[in-house]
């Protein structure tokens, strides 16, 4: 399962919305049958990148980008 784009409205964070978003994302995929759950997060992003340790996901890649005009 790949999950992109989470947000939660600066004024919403903090009461567990995103912990239960990310559960229930996470409990759907098992019930999918899905064996892996994966993510992007942008690096300027040091705050959400806690949030998804602390969810148990483990960082395993680098993206990388080619802007073009």
Same mark, same amino acid.
């Given at each position: 399962m790949q999950i992109e784009a989470v947000r939660v409205d600066e004024t919403l !964070?903090?009461?567990g919305l995103g912990s239960?978003?990310?559960r229930w994302a *996470? @409990? @759907?995929a098992r019930r999918r049958g899905a064996a892996l759950v994966q993510l992007t997060s942008d690096n300027a992003r040091p705050d959400a990148h806690r949030f998804y340790? !602390? /969810?148990g996901f *483990?960082?395993?890649h680098a993206g990388?980008? /080619?802007l073009l005009d």
């Open positions: !964070r903090g009461i239960a978003m990310m *996470v @409990e @759907e340790d !602390r /969810l *483990v960082q395993s990388f980008k /080619l």
